[in-house]
């Protein structure tokens, strides 16, 4: 089944409701895949968000069988 156990709606939330909050734009939820383009981001902010969407997709990971 499906490698984490949280869907892209939940993860787009989560980033929202996050310190700091960011942003996803509805426009880049698509087959079940988040796109993430980044845009207008000072310096330090793309590790900040690489960092935070890593850290969610770890704590939801389901354990391999």
Known sequence: SEKYAISVADL?????????SIEVRALFLSNNQLH???????????????????DLLRQHQRPVA
Do not use: F, I, N, W
Not at 38 to 47: F, M, R, S
Not at 49 to 54: D, G, N
């Open 12 to 20: 787009k939330q989560a980033l929202r409701d996050g310190e700091p």
């Open 36 to 54: 993430l383009t980044a845009v207008a981001l000072k310096p330090g902010e793309a590790e900040v968000v690489t960092q935070r969407v890593a």
